[in-house]
């Protein structure tokens, strides 16, 4: 992967900014941003809606778009792909959209964000179900019998991660998704901070529901995706339902239509879905196995740097292969923010706080102030890497 090639494409690299917080938003090409120019320019137009030629322009690149994502994460068709706001949304539409009965179980863990957590526990309260939460060790690695001991018959959904955005953990989901499978559940994975960085093939995975964002992936923000598996699509009801989203209505009743129509309701985020192919065609392009590839060596050049530094605590997997991406650590006596700040003196960006997963922080890591976090992308090198570990030690220096 040429890197500094790379980094032509992202002018916001030029201002001097080591950018180091891409697991809470990327940044995003020109290509993207030419793509989506182009629709403004060129055939700005809703979808789905006219014979003139610029809607139907319009309407063929927002398929596209959805052919894309399909291809790109190894799903059936681009019927199987339902383009929503983000990760949440995503989330939240199978929460409420699953025909739940009272008394069944949800299964999830203790390494998730909020929006694979909180969406089930209201869940679980709106719909008389129970949830119950699987614990790793302190590095975030799973015993796979701790699944197979909370998943049982009652069990209607497992969700889960596949990374991890505060320890850059990588969640054995295969093996999940057997055990899953084998009493009848079905299984939910959040893809937020997986997709981005390697290759994901759905039915590899065994997963029935696949969630993640663009604005994570070199995409626009405003555009996320939820994979439904051919088998789930119809017992799953829409969030919202409207304009687009129907085959037939009379004055009583109206039968809604095929996916993706009948999960997208309105006008949908019609640049933000052509953006979002864009970048999927740019990833693809530089080859997922290599993105994963440099991340790992970019992220873990972090972690043993901060490792070896005095009053530095850091999270997480310590064998390479079981993590990538993020690298979650605190200053003995300093809050995170702090941290931060003094990183942002320096031109480092970096994020800090409970990251969404207060559940994790507190109880895990027993750290409820939260973590700083630095997180890899693309166009991270490993002099930036450096930069980060010498602008921490002198952090510590002048404790
Ligand atoms: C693992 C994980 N899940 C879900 C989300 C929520 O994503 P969004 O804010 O795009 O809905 C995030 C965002 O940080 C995440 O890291």
Redesign the pocket.
């Known amino acids: 992967m040429d890197v500094e090639k790379i980094r032509g494409d992202f002018p916001i690299l030029r201002t001097g900014i080591t950018y180091l917080d891409n697991?809470?938003s990327s940044l995003t090409p020109e290509q993207v941003l030419e793509k989506m120019l182009e629709y403004y320019h060129g055939y700005r137009a809703n979808v789905e809606r006219g014979v003139h030629r610029l809607s139907q322009r319009a309407s063929e690149e927002y398929e596209e778009a959805h052919r894309k994502v399909a291809d790109f994460i190894g799903a059936e068709s681009w019927r199987n792909i339902v383009f929503t706001r983000?990760?949440?949304e995503s989330i939240n539409l199978v929460a409420w959209g699953l025909p739940w009965r009272r008394g069944e179980k949800i299964v999830t863990t203790l390494l998730e964000?909020h929006?694979?957590y909180i969406v089930w526990l209201r869940a679980a309260r709106r719909f008389g179900l129970e949830v119950e939460v699987v614990r790793p060790n302190r590095e975030g690695l799973f015993n796979l019998s701790d699944f197979e001991q909370a998943i049982d018959d009652r069990t209607r959904l497992v969700a889960v991660?596949r990374v991890s955005?505060v320890l850059g953990v990588i969640v054995p989901v295969e093996g999940i998704a057997e055990i899953a499978h084998e009493h009848g559940s079905l299984l939910l994975v959040?893809g937020?901070?997986a997709v981005p960085h390697m290759e994901t093939d759905v039915r590899k995975l065994g997963c029935d529901f696949l969630a993640f964002?663009g604005?994570k992936m070199l995409g626009p923000t405003g555009i996320?995706v939820l994979y439904i598996a051919p088998t789930v699509q119809e017992e799953l009801e829409p969030l919202c339902i409207g304009g687009g989203t129907i085959r037939d209505v009379g004055l009583e009743d109206y039968e809604l239509g095929e996916s993706p129509e009948r999960f997208e309701a309105g006008t949908p985020a019609i640049a933000e879905a052509i953006g979002l192919g864009a970048a999927v065609e740019y990833l693809e392009a530089l080859g997922m196995r290599e993105v994963e590839e440099h991340d790992r060596r970019i992220s873990w050049a972090i972690r043993e740097g901060l490792m070896e530094l005095e009053k530095v605590e850091v999270y997480g997997p310590k064998d390479p292969e079981h993590g990538m991406s993020v690298v979650s650590f605190n200053v003995e006596g300093l809050n995170p923010h702090e941290v931060a700040l003094a990183l942002d003196a320096a031109n480092i960006m970096v994020r800090s706080g409970h990251h969404?997963a207060l559940p994790l922080v507190k109880h895990l890591l027993n750290r409820p102030q939260g973590t700083v976090r630095a997180s890899t992308y693309i166009y991270n090198t490993l002099d930036e890497a450096e930069k980060l570990v010498e602008t921490v030690r002198e952090i510590v220096k002048g404790l």
């Open positions: 697991a809470a983000n990760t949440s964000h929006s694979n991660t955005n959040d937020a901070q964002s604005h996320g969404c």
